[in-house]
């Protein structure tokens, strides 16, 4: 399989600061980039869908002011939580698109205290 | 949209036994249904797919049949171990898995595979 890694793999921030998250596709060019969230115990939930060079497509309840999508090249997307609060504490997995198949990366644990 | 139900919740077997996971969709579009294995801290991996022109596809101990007129797909793994404890997720998505669409997830099973 596809080879992603993301970055920070945890953070733990304040509540109110800005936390960047990196993902890299290190083996393929991804046009298209899901961003994912995981709460304890429960699925994997959709956020956005970024093409590269677009703008990001939100899902319903996802606000787009407070998680920004950048997908700037085919290898890296990130994606940064504004102001973030202690409900926004989550995993989110990054998965790029491939052409037969969607891969995911590691992950990233972020705690907002 | 499509919606994804998955069942058990919970499963518990003892090594060697076979284990069996269903999920049910609602989208007759849909025609990619894969199957991915989560272990804690870590992002999903893919273990096994199926598209809509197959009905059953295995992978050694790893199997999946699809009913598409019922709408559902089942994983089945035989001769269990361990190392197959993890949480297991069943996924349905249009596009035959092309990049440009969505996966949607069932809830997942926590499958726990007894010594």
């Known amino acids: 399989g596809a080879v992603v890694s993301q970055h920070p793999s945890w953070v733990i921030c304040k509540s109110g600061t800005s936390v960047k998250i990196e993902c890299r596709s290190l083996?393929?060019?991804?046009?298209?980039m899901f961003w994912y969230r995981q709460f304890p115990k429960q699925s994997l939930m959709l956020m956005a869908t970024?093409?590269?060079?677009?703008?990001?497509?939100?899902e319903q309840g996802v606000e787009k002011d407070k998680f920004l999508i950048n997908h700037a090249s085919l290898t890296l997307s990130t994606l940064t939580v504004t102001s973030a609060h202690p409900e926004d504490s989550s995993f989110y997995i990054c998965s790029p698109g491939g052409p037969t198949q969607q891969f995911f990366g590691p992950g990233t644990r972020l705690t907002v205290l | 949209g499509e919606n994804v139900e998955q069942h058990p919740s919970t499963l518990s077997v003892q090594e060697g036994d076979s284990a069996v996971i269903k999920c049910t969709y609602s989208d007759s579009a849909s025609n990619y249904f894969p199957w991915y294995k989560q272990e804690l801290g870590k992002g999903p991996q893919l273990i096994i797919d199926i598209r809509s022109n197959v009905g059953e596809k295995k992978d050694q101990r790893i199997a999946v049949t699809l009913n598409k007129t019922a709408k559902h797909f089942s994983l089945h793994i035989t001769e269990t171990q361990p190392e197959d404890s993890a949480v297991y997720f069943c996924a349905a998505s249009m596009g035959s898995g092309g990049s440009n669409y969505k996966l949607t997830f069932g809830k997942g099973t926590l499958l726990t595979v007894n010594p």
């Open positions: 083996d393929f060019q991804a046009t298209t």
């Open positions: 970024s093409n590269e060079g677009s703008k990001a497509t939100y």
